[in-house]
């Protein structure tokens, strides 16, 4: 969607000039303008008419020739293909049209129409021949001062003679039309009122080719184009026939709308939302967002594997799982899903075993791991695997952290990465279970600088502890296809007692890289009693 196209001058002015005809469709704003583009045409007919109407005013000058403009910069911004605007009279005298013309310009239009009545205007159809005509020598001056106001040479002034729908002959209208050639009017345009096109083909006999002349038949529908290619016109503008069947549409949807207070009816005769998107231009947007745009979490989907009982909190999970322990009188797993919704990951989807029925947090996608007390963390995975694509984080229904962490393994270019706690001294001290890693270097300030893989998990004796595993694992939509691979290649029973350490330790020997993000301390997970505890003070 350009804004300008400088070429868009010179593709009027050759679409004038070249021997063939050509065709210009009326539009009245941005999106009409797209349509005549997407239809084919080569070229815009920003009819004064038209845009009166969408405006919901008269053809009478109503609307000010600086809001006509604002509409017209949307229909430059929203086509390829050159405008012509219908530029009534000029809306006012030479100086006006001076300004106008440079404004036009700086907008993008190719040309303007300027006809010889005088301002207010009244649409050509309305009781035509009371109209006055204006001074043929004032018009001419008009013509003039606009040429010399131009600043690009392709800018074309087409002068329109209304001699014919004032009731003129052929001769004041031939007459007219000289005298706007000699001003400098690069073609014009014989309008014509008549039911025949009679006027307009005795004034082409005559006037030949001395500029190109450009035809509007609305009148004359009938007449069959060849007529018009076969006399040499150069151009015809079917003037206002987007805006009519635009009107018919709307006014016959409205009152069945009205009358039936139903969509039902309506919704198979008009165009999708969707196609609204497509020439609006969405797909454009999208890709931009991928060029211009941090990759965000917006996109980001979470999985929670909460499948489990929490045996070791006794009493606290009989009626419940661990997920939906208290924690400062709301569940954990409400905790978890504030804070991955903080991050700005909407589309949280939850894993649940035991005591199912009492996992039902609104906003959160279920899958129900039934076979909970047979099964480990894989198999939980495995039950949600259709949600394994494009971003994924997956964590555990039982940590506490703080939102930085999740958001730093989100801003990774990676496939695959875990965050690590590098404190596991302080946990190893709690003496609890835990998964010690071994990284490519040990967390230092270096380590922030440039990219840590994890190497083993479990950590190998010898090869030195690095830091714990917090539970999270993140997956772009290669990783999350990698995963869904390994789940399909795992027997039954590897995918009934495998843990993510397994899953991960899988990766490792395919040889993919697992990104590393270390953290000290920050998160917290609940294996007790005196972690629940710890919890409401987090
Ligand atoms: C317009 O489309 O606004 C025109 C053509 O000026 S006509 O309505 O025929 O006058
Ligand atoms: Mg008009």
């Not at 270097?441 to 893989?453: G, K, L, M, Q, T």
Request: charged share 25%; proline share 3%.
């Amino acid at each position: 969607m350009e804004k300008t196209n400088p070429h868009k001058s010179k593709l009027l002015r050759d679409l004038l000039y070249r021997p063939e005809i050509g065709f210009l469709m009326e539009a009245h704003n941005g999106l009409s303008a797209r349509i005549a583009e997407e239809a084919g045409f080569e070229a815009i007919w920003a009819s004064g008419l038209s845009i009166s109407a969408a405006l919901g005013v008269r053809d009478s000058n109503e609307a000010s020739w600086t809001q006509v403009l604002e509409v017209l910069e949307f229909m430059c911004d929203a086509s390829r293909i050159p405008i012509l605007l219908d530029g009534d009279t000029g809306y006012g005298n030479f100086n006006t049209m001076r300004r106008v013309v440079r404004k036009l310009e700086s907008r993008g239009v190719a040309g303007v129409c300027i006809e010889d009545k005088i301002f207010p205007k009244t649409n050509s159809f309305i009781k035509g021949t009371t109209q006055p005509l204006a001074d043929s020598q004032e018009f001419a001056g008009k013509i003039k001062a606009g040429k010399d106001a131009q600043s690009d040479a392709d800018f074309c002034i087409v002068a329109r003679v209304e001699a014919f729908i004032a009731g003129w002959g052929l001769d004041e209208a031939l007459r007219r039309a000289e005298t706007y050639h000699a001003a400098g009017a690069d073609a014009i345009l014989i309008h014509s009122a008549l039911a025949n096109p009679s006027e307009i083909l005795s004034f082409k006999k005559e006037w030949g080719n001395r500029l190109p002349v450009i035809i509007v038949p609305t009148k004359y529908y009938t007449t069959p184009t060849d007529v018009f290619v076969e006399q040499g016109f150069a151009a015809v503008i079917w003037a206002n026939h987007l805006m009519r069947s635009a009107l018919k549409a709307m006014q016959d949807t409205a009152r069945q709308i009205f009358q039936e207070k139903t969509l039902i009816n309506v919704e198979d005769n008009i165009v999708s939302v969707a196609e609204v998107f497509r020439i609006q231009g969405e797909d454009e947007l999208a890709e931009a967002e991928k060029l211009y745009l941090p990759a965000g979490t917006g996109n980001f989907r979470s999985i929670i594997l909460a499948a489990s009982r929490g045996q070791e909190l006794g009493e606290l999970t009989v009626s419940r799982p661990k997920c939906m322990v208290d924690i400062k009188g709301r569940p954990l797993l409400a905790h978890i899903a504030d804070s991955l919704r903080s991050i700005g990951i909407k589309d949280l989807v939850c894993v649940r075993g035991y005591g199912k029925e009492s996992v039902n947090l609104t906003s959160i996608r279920y899958f129900d791991n039934d076979d909970f007390e047979s099964t480990q963390e894989v198999f939980s995975l495995y039950t949600a695997r259709s949600c394994l694509s494009g971003n994924v984080i997956v964590c555990y229904g039982d940590v506490l952290f703080k939102k930085y962490i999740p958001q730093e393994l989100a801003d990774l270019e990676a496939d695959f990465a875990v965050a690590v706690d590098a404190d596991w001294q302080t946990s190893r001290n709690r003496n609890r279970v835990a998964d010690y890693i071994t990284a490519s270097e040990p967390n230092s300030r270096s380590a922030f600088y440039h990219p840590v893989y994890l190497k083993k998990i479990p950590a190998e004796e010898g090869h030195g502890i690095h830091g714990e595993w917090m539970g999270f694992l993140r997956l772009s939509d290669r990783g999350c296809q990698t995963v869904k691979e390994i789940l399909e290649e795992m027997s039954s029973e590897e995918l009934r007692r495998s843990k993510i350490p397994d899953l991960l330790c899988r990766l490792l020997s395919r040889g993919e890289h697992i990104r590393l993000v270390y953290s000290t301390g920050h998160w917290l997970d609940v294996d007790s009693v005196d972690d629940v505890l710890a919890a409401s003070r987090f």
